[in-house]
């Protein structure tokens, strides 16, 4: 298996992933307005569970906001610099990134391990209190922990696979503008 086709059948399930988050999101946000402004009765857990899945989008779609080149970035001294020193340079920013994220995703990883034991609150109830389910099927917040690990391991992954092109770039005297953002199939723009 080719990196390009293990990065198109990442993205493939990565994307298929948000597509069930934001659904169940938008059908839980649909339904509590339907429940709050047509019957005037809210749901308890609604808001809580939309916060959940927010921070788990946000944290995922990141991935691909930063492959299509949408998250700030200062490129002004990279820019100004001769070939190779701007690539050492995205090199070294990548690493220090990549760094940044395997420290979140160990101090992340306690953190959800400490703390992360108790039943979501919101789930509790819903599980609980209104379809009677045990107490051992409730999800822990441990899950909603996790997301900030997952994401920035995912991060540090896609970080790392960039300092290798740019170590292939510099290896045969390309810029660093011949990394392109990937677009929606998965291909430089």
Known sequence: MTISTFHKAFQTVMKGFLVLLIGVLLAVMSLQIVMRYSFNSSLIWAEEVCRYLLI???LIAGIFAYEKGEIAAMTLL?????KRAALALAIFSNLAAATL???LVYYGMRY????GSQPIPA???????TFGWPQSTVPSVFWVYFSLPLGMGLMAVRLLVDVVHYLRLMASGGDVGDLRPIGPEGVAE
């Open 78 to 82: 990279r820019d100004a610099l001769p």
């Open 101 to 103: 994220c395997i420290a």
């Open 56 to 58: 788990w989008v946000s």
């Open 112 to 115: 959800a391990e400490l703390v």
């Open 123 to 129: 789930l509790r109830f819903l599980f609980e209190d």
